[in-house]
């Protein structure tokens, strides 16, 4: 079994990642879980909640997104949501058991006109004694530094896939402008949550190089989610088809043992994993998970579920003070 070079940003390729990736899957689960346990406490999970404080009518073509305004998907535009209204969901999820509330909005960028309203929900939420996190789209520097001004914690831009795939993906925006607002959230002292999404055609090398980007960083992401595709009908992936299970949890496993320190969360997707797929995710390093019915648009299991596997994981939730 090849040894994971766990330290040092800017050591890895390919070459390397698919060592540990190809192993007998014994062999890789119990390295991710050796990392695991010398970073994390094996048996607690974190609880973040995701609200869609704008829905719909993105000029962005992601052909995995519901929102975007180039496909039909029967999904009407909103508004920016109100503020108040915004830290009412956050309260609730705060009682439940959350301690990250993360807020998404479907834009390309945000616009001078709504960052006063952004800095607002911000600082609602982060009152309330939670970690905050946003996802707007592309940032620039000033719009960053406001955001960490008014104590964003986290901010959520995700890679997707390999630079290689990408344009088969995506063509409003380029892999380097993702690259781009990466340097510009952690210049501004905003800690970084980016991840990607498998199971959208791509080859084996495209999830390994996709972790490769990430895990050459200057420094890794505090948080990196896996997400596996849910395929809308009306959007250019409606037809794809599911990733094998266990191909997926060597991607859970290959991102823990090259970020040891990260967050791995499990994202969207979670509704189509049997709870025996959960348990092998998180015995490979997943710590991290979103509760609620929904997420942004698609569904998402709910609290009962979730509580009713992690008891009988014996996995409790992560409580604030401990990250």
Not at 38 to 67: A, M, W
Request: with cysteine; hydrophobic share 40%; charged share 20%.
């Amino acid at each position: 079994m090849p040894e994971a070079q766990t330290t040092d940003a800017g050591i890895w390729t390919v070459e390397k990642a698919r060592a540990i990736h190809d192993a007998p899957f014994n062999n890789l689960l119990f390295l991710a879980q050796t990392v695991h346990r010398q970073n994390f406490d094996p048996n607690k999970v974190q609880l973040s909640r995701l609200l869609s404080i704008k829905t719909g009518g993105c000029p962005e073509d992601c052909g995995y997104c519901s929102q975007s305004a180039h496909y039909e998907t029967g999904l009407k535009a909103s508004k920016l949501m109100e503020v108040q209204r915004v830290v009412v969901e956050a309260t609730k999820a705060r009682e439940t058991g959350a301690t990250r509330y993360c807020m998404g909005a479907a834009w390309r960028n945000p616009k001078p006109r709504d960052m006063d309203a952004l800095v607002a929900m911000v600082e609602g939420v982060k009152a309330l004694g939670m970690e905050t996190c946003m996802t707007l789209g592309m940032l620039d520097v000033e719009q960053a530094a406001r955001l960490k001004q008014a104590g964003l914690d986290y901010y959520n831009h995700n890679i997707d896939t390999s630079e290689r795939y990408y344009s088969e993906i995506i063509n409003t925006r380029s892999f380097a402008d993702r690259i781009e607002t990466l340097e510009q959230v952690r210049q501004s002292g905003i800690k970084v949550c980016c991840g990607g999404i498998v199971g959208m055609g791509e080859d084996p090398a495209d999830r390994m190089n996709m972790l490769v980007t990430l895990a050459n960083l200057p420094e890794h992401p505090e948080s990196v989610p896996i997400n596996m595709l849910i395929p809308i009908p009306g959007t250019p992936l409606a037809g794809a088809g599911p990733i094998d299970p266990i191909d997926f949890v060597r991607i859970i496993a290959l991102a823990r043992i090259m970020m040891p320190k990260s967050y791995v969360r499990l994202s969207a997707g979670r509704t189509a994993m049997t709870d025996e797929m959960q348990a092998l995710c998180f015995f490979a390093g997943a710590n991290s998970i979103f509760v609620g019915d929904t997420l942004l648009t698609t569904d998402n299991p709910g609290e009962d579920k979730d509580t009713a596997l992690f008891q009988r994981l014996g996995i409790k939730p992560m409580e604030l003070d401990t990250q």
